[in-house]
């Protein structure tokens, strides 16, 4: 099908997009992926609202189809093991896919160094040994 006008997402005013990409299907889904400085989401046509919105610190990694597959699809891998798939549709899947991964390979570890401030905060309560045992207790009766 034709090009589809590509919806205008707002997340925030702060977060500014860096890439947006149309003819890219989710579930079946006719939509538009939208990349952030912190953030890629994904839009269906004709919408304004974020179907799916992950922030790249949930992300471990991505993985893309071999360029001869009869799909060419990105799937993002998220720290819980999950996955999201996205099915590149429009007239240059490849172009189109590909800049989503060069984005996401220059987004990513942006966002890291906020998860390893994350991290550290949580080591440096840990080093209290009442907040530890309490932690510990309870990790392993199950409640976090």
């Known amino acids: 099908h034709g090009s589809s006008p590509v919806p205008c997402v707002v997340m925030s ?6 890439l947006v990409v149309g003819n890219v299907r989710h579930k079946k889904q006719d939509g538009s992926l939208v990349l952030t400085r912190s953030r890629i989401a994904w ?3 004709g919408s304004s609202e974020l179907e799916t919105n992950t922030l790249y610190t949930q992300l471990k990694s991505h993985r893309l189809s071999k360029e001869s597959s009869s799909k060419i699809q990105l799937q993002l891998v998220l720290q819980d093991g999950g996955t999201i798939n996205f099915h590149f549709t429009g007239s240059n899947p490849i172009v189109d896919r590909k800049s989503v991964s060069e984005s996401l390979q220059r987004s990513m570890p942006k966002a890291l160094p906020q998860l390893s ?5 949580k080591r440096s309560l840990l080093q209290n040994e009442d907040f ?8 392993v009766s199950g409640i976090i």
Not at 13 to 18: F, L, Q
Not at 117 to 121: C, W
Not at 132 to 139: A, E, G
Request: no cysteine; hydrophobic share 30%.
């Open 132 to 139: 530890y045992h309490l932690y510990k207790d309870m990790v």
């Open 117 to 121: 401030e994350e991290i550290e905060a």
């Open 43 to 45: 839009s269906p046509e």
């Open 13 to 18: 005013e702060a977060e500014e997009t860096i």
